[in-house]
Structure formats: structure tokens, C-alpha cells
């Protein structure tokens, strides 16, 4: 009983090739900035884990055979985010959350005409 040998998880590499032009690579990037986040004590941005993000629920899909409700909702909010202009995902991006709505307030006053 003392013998036992632990199992050790290991992981592997695995590298793929995308055009930048490729959904998933655009997918990927999205996430990125959609699902980054920012420490409150130092201000610093981190990217959200796309890639991490992808893997789960591609080995979710092979396990269940289903997608997850978190998948289908970010992929709506993908194409959703596709509509807009680089410049208001690039806004978005770079933004603390209350100035973006500023921003976009502005731009519906803009848009209206007042």
C-alpha cells in the first residue's frame, strides 16, 4: 500500500495554424478583449483565455455531444460584436466600462442630431 505510484497529469503541446482571416481566429481574439478583465489594485488589463475558452468546450462537445449554454451565448455575442465597426470594438476594448457608455451615448446623441 506504501508503494503506490501518484498519477501525474501531464500535458502536451499542441500547435495549430490559423489565417488571420479564419472565424476561430477572429473568435479567439474577440474573447480576448470581450472577456478581458482588470485588477482592481493596479489597473492592469489581462486578455480573456480564448484559446482556454475553445479547448473546454470542444472537449465538452465530445464528452456530452451537446454545446454548453456559456458556448452558444458567447458565440451570439461574437456575431453581434462582428456588426460593429473595428473602431467601437477597438473603443470597447480599451475603455473602463462607464466610459464606453459615455462614448456610446455620445454617439447616439451624434446619430440623433442633437
Known sequence: M???IPIVATTSFLQL???NSSKIFEFIEWYEMAYQTT????GRKRKGNGKKHLIEEIE???STGSLSKEFTD???EFKKASLLSP???EAKSKLSD???NK???LMEKVKAGV
Do not use: A, H
Request: no cysteine; glycine share 4%.
Open 103 to 105: 462614448f456610446v451615448e
Open 74 to 76: 458567447s458565440i451570439s
Open 39 to 42: 485588477n482592481p489594485d493596479t
Open 87 to 89: 473602431e467601437i470594438r
Open 2 to 4: 506504501g508503494n503506490e
Open 98 to 100: 462607464t466610459e464606453f
Open 17 to 19: 495554424k490559423l489565417q
Open 60 to 62: 465538452n462537445v465530445i
